[in-house]
C-alpha cells in the first residue's frame, strides 16, 4: 500500500507539527495566528499610503515609530503572561502542563 505525499508529510515533520503542545495552554491562541505582526504593520502601510509616502528616511521612520506607539495601547495582553520566564528557561510542558521535575530520592540508611 501506497502512503499518500500528504500522510508521509506529516509523520515526516510529526515533532515539528507536535511542538505547539510543548508550550502553556495559556499561550496556544496566541501560538496560532500572525495577526498581530500583519495588524501592527497595516497600520503603517495605510497611513503611508494616505500621506504618499513619507517624503525622507527619518520622517518615515518617526511616522512609523509614532504609529506604533499609538497602536501599542490597543494590543491585548498575552495570557500566561507569568509562564512567559519559565518557558524561556526551558521548563518542559506536556499537553499545555507544567511537567513537574522527578525528585530524586533517598535511599533509606540500613
Known amino acids: 500500500m501506497r502512503i ?3 500522510v508521509a508529510s506529516l509523520t515526516v515533520d510529526q515533532d515539528r507539527l507536535l511542538a505547539y ?11 496560532r ?3 498581530p505582526i500583519e495588524s501592527t504593520f497595516a497600520t503603517v502601510r495605510l497611513r503611508e ?3 504618499k509616502g513619507a ?3 527619518t520622517a518615515g521612520l518617526v511616522m512609523a515609530f509614532k504609529l506604533l506607539q499609538v497602536a501599542e495601547g490597543h494590543w491585548r ?7 512567559v520566564p519559565l518557558v524561556r528557561a526551558g521548563v518542559s510542558f506536556e499537553d499545555g502542563v507544567q511537567i513537574e521535575p522527578q525528585k530524586k530520592r533517598k ?3 540500613a
Not at 21 to 31: G, I, R, S, V
Open 49 to 51: 499610503g494616505v500621506t
Open 4 to 6: 499518500s505525499k500528504a
Open 33 to 35: 495566528t500572525t495577526n
Open 77 to 83: 495582553h498575552i495570557d500566561g503572561a507569568e509562564l
Open 21 to 31: 503542545f510543548d508550550y502553556p495552554a495559556e499561550h496556544w491562541k496566541h501560538l
Open 107 to 109: 535511599k533509606a540508611v
Open 55 to 57: 517624503g525622507s528616511r
